[in-house]
């Protein structure tokens, strides 16, 4: 029935997850000097869902992964606050998820020290269970306190797409009122339906 109008939707839901895509691969995104989807598991997951009830349509845009909310919204630290809707209330974030990510070819491990010269050596040691375990323990206990910058991956995504849907929106629904009434018209043996150009 408003077939005009779905379409609007599903190609403004997708506009939104390849913005946020976009957003979540673009170094220097939010400020950060890398790019916010080390995994790519992040935007990988992302999705959009179209719900139609009688008298509306509802867009719900998903993950795949729990975590994306949080790295959108961001979350206060134990130390550093963001205003964020979400705060870390332990000392250590989620040391288990840390160390898949520490295992992961995405990062490698590293030491930095002080030699006896007095420079500063920077050092790549391995992958063994006691490096994951130690770096994993700090990465953990620095996330919970100082908490995680909101990225607005999603937010800005959103708005920047959201521009150009009320237009896209009310062209779509005068379309398709303007079909359900020729449609009335051509049902309806008493009227007679002439084209004009």
Not at 69 to 88: H, I, R
Not at 142 to 148: F, R
């Amino acid at each position: 029935m408003f077939d005009n109008l779905n379409n609007t939707l599903v190609n403004f839901a997708k506009e939104v997850v390849r913005l946020e895509k976009r957003n979540l691969n673009l170094t220097g995104f939010s400020k950060k000097n890398r790019k916010i989807n080390n995994t790519k598991n992040l935007s990988r997951g992302l999705g959009y869902r179209i719900d139609k009830a009688k008298s509306f349509f509802e867009i719900t845009f998903t993950s795949k992964e729990d975590y994306a909310l949080f790295v959108d919204q961001g979350v206060n630290g134990l130390e550093v606050q963001y205003q964020a809707p979400f705060s870390y209330k332990k000392e250590f974030a989620n040391i288990g998820e840390i160390k898949k990510y520490v295992k992961s070819n995405k990062i490698k491990l590293r030491r930095v020290y002080v030699n006896k010269a007095g420079q500063k050596v920077n050092e790549f040691i391995p992958k063994n269970k006691k490096n994951i375990d130690t770096a994993a323990f700090l990465m953990a206990r620095s996330i919970a306190k100082k908490g995680l910058k909101p990225t607005l991956f999603f937010e800005s995504a959103f708005e920047e797409a959201f521009k150009q849907l009320p237009n896209e929106a009310a062209k779509a629904i005068s379309d398709d009122m303007a079909n359900i009434f020729a449609n009335s018209f051509k049902n309806n043996s008493n009227i007679n339906v002439t084209e004009i150009d």
